[in-house]
């Protein structure tokens, strides 16, 4: 059983930066794709970001050149570095891992999820 522990997170002001990390309990970040979704007003998880067991990496539009992902494998450890932050990216963010090597954008390829961490920006 993978088991991801998220921590960061919290309030801050728009224009500022936040760090989410994303702790594996069973050595699988290394040679497995990852990713961060996020789910805001609406219902369903918007993908954030993603990056493949290469360590290629995919942002979504809405983020791009704002938030990176990234993984240190030594550490079993999957980053968001979110800069540059607005009030549209209030949001629960999740974490996500795969057991395949590729990402994918849509949620339901990624078995083990994280338990969500509140992200909120005020104006």
């Known amino acids: 059983q993978v088991e991801l522990v998220q921590s960061g997170g919290g309030l801050v002001q728009a224009g500022d930066s936040l760090r989410l990390s994303c702790a594996a309990s069973s050595g699988m970040v290394s040679g497995h794709a990852s990713a961060w979704f996020r789910r805001g007003s609406g219902n369903e998880r918007e993908f954030v970001a993603a990056i493949n067991a290469a360590g290629e990496t995919l942002h979504a539009g809405s983020v791009r050149g704002r938030f990176t992902i990234s993984r240190d494998d030594a550490k079993d450890t999957i980053y968001l570095q979110m800069n540059s932050l607005k009030p549209e990216d209030s949001a629960i963010y999740y974490c996500?891992?795969?057991?395949?090597?590729?990402?994918?954008?849509?949620?339901?390829?990624?078995?083990?999820w994280g338990q969500g961490t509140q992200v909120t920006v005020s104006s």
């Open positions: 996500a891992l795969r057991d395949g090597t590729s990402y994918y954008i849509q949620s339901r390829n990624y078995p083990h």
